[in-house]
């Protein structure tokens, strides 16, 4: 039995999976800067650097201009990395192999890591480096991990 499924299909189911990444990368994000600084939002505004430059990683509040674009640029991505997930580990998620789900999700938690940090200009890094620390981070991909594998493990296959 094939292991992995069409790019269409992949684009298709990543849009659930990344948006719950997304979400949940957030709410880690902004859990995560609260307590290390007592501000939730600095983290995702920090992401809209990529749009707004360096300064908008210093923004503390709420704000369409910082906020909804980090929201959605972390959106972005994170359907991005959907995609990546689901060719090829969301069918054997969906199946109900944990274990590949999990792997899987740590194994595109791990490229999406190397891509942020080390292969895309700065210009381009998702911006939580700014506000949040090494170990924080680390709960940050740790948390897109979980999500992705969960998001496929939560529509397997009837």
């Known amino acids: 039995m094939k292991d992995t499924q069409t790019w269409g299909n992949a684009i298709r189911h990543a849009v659930p999976t990344g948006t719950l990444a997304a979400a949940l990368v957030a709410l880690t994000a902004g859990s995560l800067g609260k307590l290390e600084s007592g501000r939730a939002i600095a983290p995702i505004n920090a992401i809209s650097h990529i749009l707004w430059g360096d300064h908008a990683a210093r923004r503390v509040k709420p704000s369409l201009k910082y906020t909804g674009t980090g929201l959605a640029l972390n959106e972005l991505a994170s359907v991005f990395w959907?995609?990546?997930?689901?060719?090829?580990?969301?069918?054997?998620?969906?199946?109900?192999?944990?274990?590949?789900?999990?792997?899987?999700?740590?194994?595109?938690?791990?490229?999406?890591?190397?891509?942020?940090?080390?292969?895309?200009?700065?210009?381009?890094?998702?911006?939580?480096?700014?506000?949040?620390?090494?170990?924080?981070?680390?709960?940050?991909?740790?948390?897109?991990?979980?999500?992705?594998?969960?998001?496929?493990?939560?529509?397997?296959?009837?």
């Open 82 to 158: 959907g995609v990546i997930y689901e060719k090829f580990f969301g069918l054997a998620a969906r199946r109900g192999n944990v274990a590949k789900a999990l792997a899987g999700g740590a194994a595109v938690a791990a490229a999406a890591y190397v891509t942020d940090y080390h292969l895309v200009p700065k210009r381009l890094t998702p911006g939580f480096e700014k506000r949040l620390s090494g170990r924080a981070l680390f709960g940050v991909y740790a948390a897109m991990a979980l999500s992705m594998s969960a998001g496929a493990l939560l529509r397997r296959r009837r």
